[in-house]
């Protein structure tokens, strides 16, 4: 599968708020080396992606914070996408009910349909 690399920038409006977030999609690399003991690799490596956001104003949420890397995965148990974090080698699903992040997850699931392996992709 070819190498998918696209960026996006989406406005959200939650509670009278502006959110900009800025985000980078790409593949998530399934080689030797890669392991995440809770999760079958060879099932989902055509459908795993590294997530990495921003987002103005500065939010503390979970998705934001670098301590743990960001992954997206296609049809996660069944469901169309799950973003979610690695954390000591394994895979841990969002659990929040958090209406930004929802709307986060959906917009990448949304930039990862559109036909092509890369490009910028925003609301405006």
């Keep these: 599968?070819?190498?998918?690399?696209?960026?996006?920038?989406?406005?959200?409006?939650?509670?009278?708020k502006?959110?900009?977030?800025?985000?980078?999609?790409?593949?998530?690399?399934?080689?030797?080396?890669?392991?995440?003991?809770?999760?079958n690799l060879e099932r989902y490596k055509d459908s795993i992606y590294n997530v990495s956001?921003?987002?103005?104003?500065?939010?503390?949420?979970e998705i934001f914070n670098l301590q743990h890397p960001v992954v997206y995965i296609i049809g996660y148990n069944e469901q169309e996408g799950q973003l979610g974090y690695i954390i000591e080698k394994k895979f841990v699903p969002e659990q929040g009910e958090n209406d930004l992040v929802n709307l986060i997850?959906?917009?990448?699931?949304?930039?990862?349909?559109?036909?092509?392996?890369?490009g910028h992709f925003t609301d405006q």
Excluded: R
Aim: with cysteine; aromatic share 8%; proline share 2%.
């Design 53 to 61: 956001l921003v987002s103005e104003p500065a939010s503390n949420l």
């Design 105 to 118: 997850s959906a917009s990448i699931l949304e930039v990862l349909l559109i036909n092509g392996d890369s």
């Design 18 to 39: 502006i959110y900009s977030v800025k985000g980078i999609i790409a593949s998530f690399d399934c080689n030797e080396e890669a392991s995440l003991e809770n999760l």
């Design 1 to 16: 599968m070819a190498e998918v690399n696209k960026t996006f920038e989406f406005h959200y409006e939650l509670e009278d």
